[in-house]
């Protein structure tokens, strides 16, 4: 889309604010597909949610592409972001629940990971695109229609995956866990400890069953569940970080910040985004390939602290370009551009990956889809408000001081997840939740281990 919007705003004539409302009503209507995605998939499972998620993207790509005005493109983009909904919420909870706690952290990271790639790639074609001599109205088209494919991909993928081991255990549907589970033991000693996980499995389940009339919402206000509300406010509080980072709005008005900052040529805007997309998905891969190792809090700390510097730093180069009326200096174009560079990177080591492992890890069994799905709705709700505001608010005060005020938002993140999440490295799901438990009613503290 960040490509797209330039043609589209050429070839619509559309104001700032509708290219605003484009940008930013896939992220608000996501909210739907999240909160509609913890039931669903309780209900239908798992993987049928997934290729629910695959046929709303086909469908919205297919109406963006052949949208003959403004409301018909709104009206696709509004489809796609359910089906965004549906996919942030299901992806990160399956791979968690397919995954042994050794590398639960890597698997689960990566939807982020591909995430990225597909970024990356939109970033690619788009400046092929660019330079494919294809008038605006059709150019535009392409870009966002090219998105049916891999809709279609993982629609056909989802019959060769297995079910969640996990809602199949909630289903009383205990021989076909059991497959599942050695089916995707890496080694035989996993294979040995199968029956064991189940066991876990079921105990956690017993656990947490609550009286028919009850469910996710009566267990979170209930007296005997302040650990269920410490997991809420982690997972809530992670995922609003996330977006109130500014992340989605640098990944969508990148062109629009290099513009300002003094690239003019279309080509060469698109040139610089896919160099930002290539050292976003780098890192967001070496950030997989690292976190069962090093951790999750060492990850997300440093990724944090350096948003934090970064956002400081691209503030202070894009107020210095703004006070360079006549002619920008190269050094200051490039001085921001590293900084964007530093900032996506950044997120991809810590809060990129590392929020979806969080909020899929740390809810129980029975509450987990409908937990990831209340964390993600505010994931999205606030990325939506970021999306929708980012570019007025800059035309008002500058770039420079968003920047620099996202820079502030990102110091009290770092500090919110020093204070409040624990590590989970190498546990079970059955075994994260007594990281939450109360010690003291009083005095407690999280348990890093």
Known sequence: MSGAALY?????????????ILVGCLNVCSLIGSLAAGKTSDQIGRRYTILLAAATFFLGAILMGLAPSFPYLIAGRVVAGIGVGF?????????????????????????????????LLGYISNYFLAGSGLPSSLNWRVMLGLAAFPALLVGFAVVFMPESPHWLVMKGRFAEAKRVLIRTSSSEEEVELVDSRMNEMVKAISMAELPPSSGFWTELVSVRSKAIRR??????????????????????????????????????????????GIAKS???????????????????????????????LLGLGSKYLDWCEDEKPIWAVVFCVVTVCADVSFFSIGLGPITWVYSSEIFPTRLRAQGSSLAISVNRLVSGVVAMTFLSASETVSFGWMFLGLSGVMVMATTFFYCYLPETKGKTLEEIGVLFEDQDDEHRRLIVS
């Open 8 to 20: 589209v705003k050429e070839d619509l004539q559309i104001t700032s604010t509708q290219e605003e």
């Open 87 to 119: 996919s942030l919420m299901i992806a990160p909870v399956y791979s968690s629940e397919l995954s042994p706690a050794s590398t639960r952290g890597f698997l689960s990271s990566l939807p982020e990971v591909f995430i990225n790639v597909g970024i």
């Open 231 to 276: 997991i809420v406010i982690t997972a809530v509080g992670v995922n609003f970080f996330m977006q109130a980072s500014g992340n989605d709005a640098v990944v969508y008005y990148s062109p629009e910040v290099f513009k300002v900052a003094g690239i003019s040529s279309r080509k060469q805007l698109f040139g610089v985004t896919v160099i930002m």
């Open 282 to 312: 780098s890192f967001a891969l070496v950030s997989a390939l690292f976190l069962d190792r090093f951790g999750r809090r060492p990850l997300l700390l440093l990724g944090s602290s350096g948003m934090a510097v970064s956002l400081a």
